[in-house]
C-alpha cells in the first residue's frame, strides 16, 4: 500500500462541461454529455477531471462570474445531473475536480444585489465599498485591456466598489469571518454532492489587500491571510480526508511555498513558472528555460506538490519569463496578423498553434510534462492538437467545442452551428474533419495515441513520483534527461527538441540485461555504465534499467 495521497502524482484533465459534449442538442454542452465521454477520459488514462465553472452565471467571463454557488446553469444540466456524473466518474476511477471562485462574485448574484441595495444590510460587508477612490487602497486591474483599475461606481449603492478582475465581478471582502463561514458552506455542499476537490480561482488575489485601509502585502499580512486557507484545508478535510485543493496562484516564485501554508493549506498548486518556461523551452528548441525554472522555484516538497501544465484555458502567460525571452516569446509565438497578444502578457493561442501544428512537437512537450515530478494537468482538445479560433473574442479564442469526429459540429453537438455555444473550428489546418478524437483513434502514430502511451507509462513509472529526480549534463542545449533512483531502479526520460538528431551519452548504471524501454520512438544502445540516446528530430525515449 502506498502512503502517497491520490493527488500527489495524478493526470489531470480540464474540461468545460459547455464545450465538451452536448447531449441535448441545444448546442450546449452539458453533465448527461459529459458522462457520455467517460469512457475517453477512462481510456486516455487520466486520474481526474477539473471541471471548470458550471455553476449559474452571466457568463460574462466564461463562468468565472458565478450567480450562485448552489445550483448548476440549466443549460448545462441538474444538480441530479452532477451527482450522475461525479458517480459515473468515481466508478471509471475518475475523481472530480471543480473549479471555485471565491475571490469575486458576478455583480449577479443575490449577495451583490442586496449589498448595493441596502448599506444597512449585512450582505453590504460581503464586499468592498468606498466613497473616496482617490484616497483608496489602489493596484492594478489584472484585466488591464478592459479595466481602467480597480475601483468602480455603483449607481445602486452610490458608492465605489473594489474589483481585480472585470467591473461585473466584484471582489468578496474575505476578511469578513461572516464570508468566510460562507465559503466554507459551499466547500461542504459540493463535497455532499460527490466532489473529490477544488481548484480555487485566484487565490493570489484572494489574499492581496483589498479595501480602503488596505497597505502594501507584507509578512504580516501574508501571515494573517493563509489561515483562510488552512481553515478550508480543515472544513474539506473534515469532510473527506483525502479531499484536495488546488491553487491557482500565479504569484511570484519567491512567495509560492507561502501557499502551501507549512503543510497545512493548499495540497497542490498550479506550476506557473515551469508552465511558462517548459512550453516556451519546446517551441524554441533549447533547454536553458527548464533549468532556469528549477533553479528559481522553491522546493515544495515537504509542504506540497506541483501541477504542471502545458496550455490552459486563459492566454498563455510569458510574465514569468525574464525580460528578454518574454520579448522573444511575444514575437515568436504571435499569430501572422498579431492578433494573439492580450492582457499585455499572454498569447491566446493553444498549444498546437504555438508550435505551428508540429505534431512530434506536442509530443515531445507531453513527453517532458509527463516525466515531471508531481501531477500534470492536461487542457481538453491539446492532446489531439486542436487550434484556436482567434476570430472568437478574448480568451474564448481557446474554448471552442471538443472535436470528436468530422460529423457537423466535429460530434459536438446536433445543433445548428449558430446555436452552439462557441462554434467549432470549421477552416483550416485544424479544422474538426481533419483534427478529431475518431481520426486519431486506433491510430498508434497520432497525437492521441501517443499522449495516451506517455500517460500509461507514466503510471507504470512510480518512479517519477516516489524517486529522487535529476537532470544529468547533457552536450547538446537541445537535448534533455530526466533522471529517477527508486528502491534499485533508474528511469531516464530523454527528449531532442531539435529539429536534427542528436545522440546523447548518459550515465546508466544499471544492469545491461535489465534495461526495458518503457516509451517512445527514440532509439538507444546501452554499454557498461552509461547509455547513448539517439533521438531524432523531438524524439523521446524512456528507458529503466536495475541498479547494479
Ligand atoms: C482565473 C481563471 O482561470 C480565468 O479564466 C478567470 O478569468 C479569472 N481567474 C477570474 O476569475
Known amino acids: 500500500m502506498s502512503d502517497r495521497a491520490w493527488y500527489e502524482d495524478a493526470t489531470i484533465y ?24 467517460l469512457g475517453y477520459l477512462d481510456e486516455l488514462g487520466v486520474d481526474a477531471v477539473w471541471i471548470r465553472p458550471f455553476y449559474p452565471s452571466p457568463l460574462r467571463d466564461n463562468g468565472y462570474d458565478v450567480a450562485d454557488y448552489y445550483a448548476v446553469d440549466d443549460r448545462l444540466g441538474s444538480l441530479a445531473d452532477f451527482r450522475e456524473f461525479a458517480d459515473q466518474a468515481h466508478e471509471h476511477g475518475i475523481r472530480v475536480i471543480t473549479d471555485l471562485v471565491f475571490n469575486h462574485t458576478s455583480n449577479e448574484h443575490e449577495w451583490f444585489q442586496r449589498a448595493r441595495e441596502d448599506p444597512e444590510s449585512e450582505y453590504h460587508d460581503y464586499y468592498l465599498w468606498t466613497s473616496h477612490p482617490e484616497d483608496a487602497h489602489q493596484r492594478g486591474n489584472i484585466f488591464p485591456e478592459y479595466e481602467d483599475g480597480v475601483w468602480s461606481y455603483d449607481e445602486v449603492a452610490g458608492k465605489h466598489y473594489f474589483h481585480q478582475f472585470y467591473g461585473h465581478q466584484p471582489d468578496l471582502n474575505v476578511a469578513n469571518p461572516v464570508v468566510r463561514a460562507e465559503l466554507y458552506d459551499v466547500l461542504r455542499f459540493w463535497l455532499d ?54 491553487a491557482e496562484a500565479d504569484d511570484e516564485p519567491e512567495h509560492l511555498d507561502y501557499y502551501f501554508g507549512d503543510g497545512e493549506a493548499f495540497n497542490l498548486q498550479f506550476n506557473f513558472v515551469m508552465n511558462a518556461h517548459l512550453t516556451y523551452a519546446v517551441g524554441v528548441k533549447d533547454t536553458w528555460p527548464l533549468q532556469r525554472a528549477e533553479e528559481i522555484l522553491p522546493d515544495v516538497s515537504d509542504v506540497g506538490g506541483w501541477v504542471n501544465f502545458l496550455r490552459n484555458h486563459d492566454e498563455w502567460n510569458l510574465l514569468k519569463l525574464p525580460e528578454e525571452a518574454f520579448q522573444h516569446a511575444r514575437e515568436y509565438f504571435a499569430d501572422d496578423a498579431g ?44 492532446e489531439i492538437g486542436m487550434g484556436a479560433d482567434l476570430s472568437l473574442p478574448e480568451r474564448e479564442a481557446v ?33 474538426y474533419d481533419r483534427v478529431n478524437v475518431a481520426a486519431q ?14 500517460v500509461s507509462a507514466r503510471d507504470a513509472c ?34 531532442n527538441l531539435a529539429d536534427e538528431y542528436r545522440e546523447e551519452i548518459v550515465g546508466f548504471d544499471v544492469d545491461p540485461d535489465s534495461v526495458e524501454h518503457v516509451v517512445g520512438d527514440g532509439g538507444h544502445s546501452v554499454a557498461e555504465g552509461g547509455v547513448t540516446f539517439e533521438l531524432d528530430a523531438c524524439d523521446y525515449a524512456w528507458l529503466r534499467g536495475e541498479k547494479r
Open 193 to 246: 454532492q460527490g466532489a473529490d476537490g477544488f481548484r480555487i480561482d485566484a487565490a493570489h488575489p484572494m489574499l492581496m489587500p483589498k479595501g480602503h485601509n488596505a497597505t502594501t502585502l507584507d509578512e504580516t499580512e501574508l501571515g494573517e491571510s493563509i489561515e483562510l486557507f488552512k481553515e478550508m484545508r480543515r472544513v474539506v478535510e473534515a469532510e473527506q480526508s483525502d479531499a484536495v485543493l488546488l
Open 462 to 495: 512510480p518512479e517519477i513520483a516516489r524517486g529522487d529526480y535529476r537532470t544529468p549534463d547533457c552536450d547538446h542545449k537541445e537535448t534533455r534527461v530526466h533522471r529517477f533512483d527508486h528502491e534499485g531502479t533508474v528511469l531516464l526520460c530523454a527528449h
Open 14 to 37: 480540464s474540461l468545460d462541461v459547455k464545450t465538451f459534449n452536448d447531449s441535448d442538442g441545444d448546442g450546449w454542452g452539458d453533465f448527461t454529455g459529459a458522462i457520455e465521454r
Open 339 to 382: 492578433d494573439s497578444w492580450i492582457f499585455e502578457r499572454g498569447h491566446r493561442l493553444r498549444l498546437a498553434d504555438l508550435y505551428g501544428g508540429d505534431r512530434d512537437r506536442i509530443a515531445v512537450a507531453h513527453s517532458l510534462l509527463l516525466s515531471l515530478p508531481g501531477s500534470v494537468a492536461l487542457q481538453s482538445g491539446d
Open 399 to 431: 474554448r471552442t467545442p471538443m472535436q470528436w469526429d468530422d460529423s457537423p459540429n466535429g460530434g459536438f453537438s446536433a445543433a445548428a452551428p449558430e446555436d452552439c455555444y462557441n462554434p467549432v473550428v470549421d477552416e483550416g489546418e485544424y479544422a
Open 441 to 454: 483513434r486506433g491510430d498508434p502514430d497520432s497525437l492521441l495515441s501517443r499522449v495516451e502511451a506517455l
